[in-house]
């Protein structure tokens, strides 16, 4: 086997080059190479300095995450690390694309560092629920200083080359054309200083009180995590030890996270992630449609939301609506969105008027004849969404994707209110639409397998995480919060509190729980509006305009500020629903609240795996992940249930009464897993 490693010279400089597509992660072929090659430099008085680059999109993106897990193959990326810093030769790392994890540690072992600057820098692994294992921990805040340090490791996410040339982790920026010529001029200027620079052997020094202010900072976003404590473990350690002690510290720490839950759950959902853009049966290269520009009907939250996706990725939107206040309320919001954007540094006040200006606002259906895509984004009703599309048959072109973003109805029954129900499909936003990373696909029976491709390609285009979803009701993630909700209501009529509900699922690392999603969408949605008709609690909660954060009354009583406080009013209805309807009590358990609330998640994810609504568990775990915040520690709903045991899971169902789905009964018997 070829090595994805090639050795050449110019002059007195070796050049060691990497090819390992599509992004260099140091695998163990990759990591033998540089071995050799530093072998190479070593044995050959010929050679004054090494510079270390690659080809392809990308310096390194880190170690091959396909083999963690496996036996581990010599050299292994510490040692490696090591051993290119204590080259008695000067080695150059030549940075482009992303220098992340393993690849950020095999550069700040280098001696020297040169980038382009639209190169990144960074060390994602708390990201898969790990530290950066190869001495980054203790090189990073020597060089860059443990403040950046910190950030980088605990939060993950990477730096742009000039940030990291003013923090001294890259020495010297080159032109974007010039990067190899540029690190080889480079080597050959540094070929003969003395002593070489090598990160391990600099102090890392740190402010009294910075860890643990750092600490209380991000406490909210931490919570749950085990992997960024372990890397602020790391950097502190490396401020109070010799590198060789604090290398012996992140090898510890990282062994435990690796084979612990949470870095398992993480790393299945980055391949998760990356999975769900695969469609099993339609051929990856097959000809998309070309979207040039889309249109969107209804300027609410959800259509202004929409429109934001596309306008940010440089797609023209036309935007419908029916009244011309509507229509002005609603490009009013998304200016305002996108100058809070611009408020925050997230954005350029060009940028701004570049996307605004690539909006069309107009009151005319016809105006959407143009749109090579139209996402309705109009009332949740069968019957208008009929007719829209009925409308929308005779106005767009021909080949033009029509979608509707339902968030339960029959994509096929919309589908055959048009002559052309293979160019119908659901585009299922999460709300706030410009924010929320998901986008449910939902593929109608007729759906055309470009139009699906072109959908799922265009996902990635706006930055959205899309999964293909089948025609049920609720598709994937609203038909898994169904029986979650139903369970959470039967269980205040037994005895439980929304309090203790919703506690419970905040522990377990929800963003909120069942009360306080209701109380946040509205307590009122779907109600019938009659208030002398109370057949629930939620009616009675309704009657009394207790709608939710809203109107300051939901299951929670709010202040100004909505901090909620429980509702005494809402305990007294509770009550007499309870003595109205005779509803045997008994004390609940947060364990019966879990196995009640949670355990029918799976099933119904089970059920929907049974008839084929998703194409694989892993992309029932994206969708939770991320349309409902489901802890990314806990690796999604079917994960989730893999690491507690099917067994497990179906006894619980069966003990409180549930009809357990097949195929996880099957999957239970024969010891499976979902994943
Ligand atoms: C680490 O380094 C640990 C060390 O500290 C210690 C060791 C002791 N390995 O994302 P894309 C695959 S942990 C294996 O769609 P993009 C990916 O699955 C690592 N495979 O491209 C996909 O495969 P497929 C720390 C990897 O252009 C394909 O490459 N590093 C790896 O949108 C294309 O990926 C990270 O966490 C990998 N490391 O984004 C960086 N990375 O085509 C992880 C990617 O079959 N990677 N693949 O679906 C990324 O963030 C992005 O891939 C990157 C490119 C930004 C590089």
Not at 24 to 43: K, M, Q, T, W, Y
């Amino acid at each position: 086997m070829t090595s994805p490693i090639t050795t050449t010279r110019d002059g007195d400089v070796l050049i060691v080059v990497s090819n390992n597509p599509p992004v260099n992660a140091l695998s163990a072929a990759v990591r033998i190479g540089i071995d050799a090659a530093i072998d190479e430099a070593a044995g050959d008085d010929g050679i004054k300095a090494v510079v270390i680059a690659c080809d392809g999109q990308t310096f390194f993106a880190g170690a091959d995450i396909t083999e963690f897990g496996k036996p581990p193959v010599e050299p292994l990326l510490p040692t490696l690390v090591d051993k290119i810093e204590a080259s008695e030769k000067p080695v150059v790392a030549a940075i482009h694309g992303t220098a992340l994890g393993g690849g950020c540690e095999v550069a700040i072992a280098c001696h020297y560092r040169i980038a382009v600057p639209s190169a990144k820098l960074g060390t994602p692994e708390v990201k898969l629920g790990l530290l950066p294992g190869a001495g980054g921990t203790q090189r990073l805040p020597r060089l860059a200083g443990v403040e950046l340090a910190l950030e980088m490791v605990a939060k993950g996410d990477p730096i742009p080359a000039r940030k990291a040339h003013e923090a001294g982790l890259v020495d010297r920026l080159a032109d974007e054309g010039a990067l190899r010529a540029e690190a080889v001029a480079f080597a050959r200027e540094v070929a003969s200083v003395r002593p070489l620079p090598r990160a391990s052997e600099k102090q890392a020094k740190a402010e009294p009180g910075v860890f643990d202010a750092f600490r209380k900072t991000n406490a909210r976003r931490f919570r749950g995590f085990d992997a960024p404590e372990a890397n602020i473990a790391c950097v502190e350690k490396a401020t109070q030890s010799p590198y060789a002690e604090g290398v012996q510290f992140e090898r510890e720490s990282f062994m435990k996270l690796m084979f612990g839950v949470q870095s398992a759950a993480q790393r299945h959902i980055f391949f998760a992630e990356r999975k769900a853009s695969k469609i099993d049966d339609i051929p990856a290269d097959i000809q998309l449609r070309d979207i040039k520009r889309v249109g969107v009907i209804g300027a609410g939250t959800m259509g202004g939301g929409i429109s934001m996706n596309f306008l940010s990725a440089g797609i023209p939107v036309t935007i419908v609506e029916m009244q011309q206040e509507a229509l002005d309320r609603g490009t009013g919001v998304m200016r305002r969105n996108y100058e809070a954007s611009a408020a925050k540094g997230r954005m350029k006040p060009e940028q701004v008027e570049a996307a605004m200006g690539a909006l069309k606002p107009t009151l005319a259906l016809a105006d959407l004849a143009d749109c090579d895509l139209i996402i309705e984004a109009v009332y949740e009703n069968m019957d208008v969404k009929k007719e829209l599309f009925g409308k929308l048959d005779a106005i767009a072109k021909p080949g033009a994707i029509l979608a509707s973003n339902t968030s339960y109805l029959n994509v096929d029954e919309i589908a055959a209110s048009t002559s052309r129900p293979q160019d119908v499909v659901g585009m299922h936003f999460f709300s706030p639409a410009n924010v929320m990373k998901l986008l449910e696909v939902v593929r109608g029976a007729k759906t055309a397998p470009d139009v699906l491709a072109t959908v799922m390609k265009l996902g990635k285009t706006i930055k959205k995480v899309a999964v293909v979803a089948g025609v049920c009701h609720g598709f994937i993630g609203n038909r898994m919060l169904m029986p979650r909700q139903v369970e959470a209501m039967k269980l205040l009529m037994e005895g439980a509190t929304p309090e203790q509900i919703d506690r419970v699922h905040v522990e377990f690392g929800m963003p909120m729980g069942p009360f306080q999603m209701s109380d946040l969408a509205g307590v009122d949605i779907g109600w019938h509006r009659d208030p002398t008709r109370i057949e629930s609690i939620r009616d009675a909660l309704a009657a009394e305009k207790r709608w939710g954060q809203k109107t300051q009354a939901g299951f929670y009583d709010y202040d100004e500020k909505r901090t909620p406080s429980p509702s005494p009013r809402v305990a007294e209805i509770i009550e007499d629903f309870r003595k109205q309807t005779g509803t045997p009590q008994h004390e609940i358990t947060d364990e019966e609240i879990v196995e009640r609330t949670l355990y029918p998640m799976v099933n119904e994810g089970a059920l929907i795996l049974e008839e084929g609504m998703a194409q694989r568990a892993s992309d029932i775990d994206v969708v939770w992940i991320y349309g409902y915040g489901w802890p990314v520690y806990r690796g999604g709903p079917m994960f989730w249930a893999d690491t507690e045991g099917l067994k497990k899971i179906v006894a619980g169902l069966e003990k409180h009464g549930f009809e357990v789905s097949t195929l996880l009964k099957d999957k239970a018997e024969k010891g499976e897993r979902f994943n």
